[in-house]
């Protein structure tokens, strides 16, 4: 069965520090890979998607970027973090059947 | 463009009464609906999804959807409310011919089942 992992699942880091957040899926290939940010708020912004390796979309303008340098592995990473950065972040993948299946986050607080 | 909204913030209901999450969508085409539930400092879990067939599609945990074509709704279910069904649910939706990354989220309803 396929699992999705993502790390550190807690993170605090001072404004102006670098950021790298993975995730890693198992039990499939060529899957389709997301990131999204889930503000306070509740509501869920799509951030980056890639459909196989090296091959990244940004959906919105930030401070953040993105790599897939592997065919399971998805990367968040950010130069230098703002506090508008903190959130919990979220990735997922996508297979045949369409629907997304998430990791169990990954929650940063920028101070 | 497409939308999903969820009209309630907050749903409460006693543990052993029936449940209801209301979702209701715009999208071109046929729809294709999902409903996710997020426990606290959790990731989404997929509950059940509605591509085409029976209006009523049955999820996990007890959980089932009806979809209603001629009012855009897809409402979420259950017989009998648990304590632990206390969650935050999600519906969203995407066209049937577009992509998983095209799908739009709702904002969200907090269900508290209270004992």
């Known amino acids: 069965s396929q699992t999705i992992h993502q790390w550190p699942a807690t993170l605090v880091q001072p404004v102006g520090s670098p950021l790298s957040l993975e995730c890693t899926v198992e039990?499939?290939?060529?899957?389709?890979l997301y990131w999204y940010r889930q503000a306070a708020g509740r509501g869920l912004q799509l951030l980056f998607y890639?459909?196989?390796?090296?091959?990244i979309s940004s959906e919105v303008p930030q401070n953040l970027s993105a790599s897939r340098p592997q065919d399971r592995q998805f990367i968040l990473s950010s130069k230098k973090l703002l506090l508008s950065d903190s959130g919990f972040y979220l990735c997922?993948?996508?297979?045949?059947?369409?629907?997304?299946?998430f990791g169990e986050g990954s929650r940063l607080t920028v101070l | 463009a497409q939308s999903v909204a969820q009209p309630e913030d907050q749903v409460n209901v006693a543990e052993g009464n029936p449940l209801t999450v209301k979702c209701t969508y715009s999208?071109?085409?046929?729809?294709?609906l999902f409903w996710y539930v997020q426990y606290p400092n959790r990731g989404l879990q997929f509950l059940l999804k509605y591509i085409t067939g029976d209006n009523l599609v049955k999820g996990s945990y007890g959980f089932e959807a009806e979809f209603n074509k001629s009012q855009t709704s897809f409402h979420l279910k259950k017989p009998s409310a648990l304590v632990s069904d206390s969650a935050l649910y999600f519906c969203?939706?995407?066209?049937?011919?577009?992509?998983?990354?095209?799908?739009?989220f709702g904002s969200g309803t907090q269900l508290t089942v209270l004992p």
């Open positions: 890639s459909v196989g390796i090296g091959q």
């Open positions: 039990g499939t290939s060529n899957p389709n």
């Open positions: 997922a993948w996508s297979g045949e059947t369409g629907e997304l299946f």
């Open positions: 969203a939706v995407r066209g049937l011919r577009g992509s998983a990354r095209q799908l739009t």
């Open positions: 999208v071109s085409g046929n729809p294709y």
